[in-house]
């Protein structure tokens, strides 16, 4: 059995091996942080909560009236969907603003 701890004389006569010294990684200097979410994540499940509580209340059938049709639908499907559209849109304007934000640094530079 190997010691790959204190491994043997390598074929310079030094006490490391030089094919050893590569195989393992280099020692993290980072602390362990675990699990890390961020307060974003925080305040939009505060948010959601609510809104689908009452989404659930409001399970009855109602009409919606577009510019060239009606339809019937739950309650609960136009609120949740409401919800989704405006997450996203809200999610593509604010990454929007990041990458100009980014590419205005990256261009200073």
Do not use: H
Not at 18 to 34: I, R
Not at 41 to 64: C, D, R, S, W, Y
Not at 76 to 98: D, E, K, M, Q
């Amino acid at each position: 059995m190997a010691n790959t701890q204190y491994p043997e004389k390598g074929a310079n006569g030094s006490n490391v091996d030089p094919a050893w010294q590569f195989s393992q990684p280099p020692p993290s200097t980072e602390k362990p942080t675990g699990v890390r979410v961020s307060w974003q994540v925080i305040i939009g499940l505060i948010l959601l909560i609510p809104a689908v509580i009452f989404a659930l209340i409001n399970a009855q059938m109602v009409t919606i009236s577009l510019i060239f049709k009606e339809f019937k639908a739950p309650l609960i499907l136009i609120i949740l969907g409401s919800i989704a559209v405006g997450s996203i849109s809200t999610l593509l304007v604010s990454w929007n603003i990041r990458r100009k934000k980014a590419k205005k640094q990256r261009s200073q530079m």
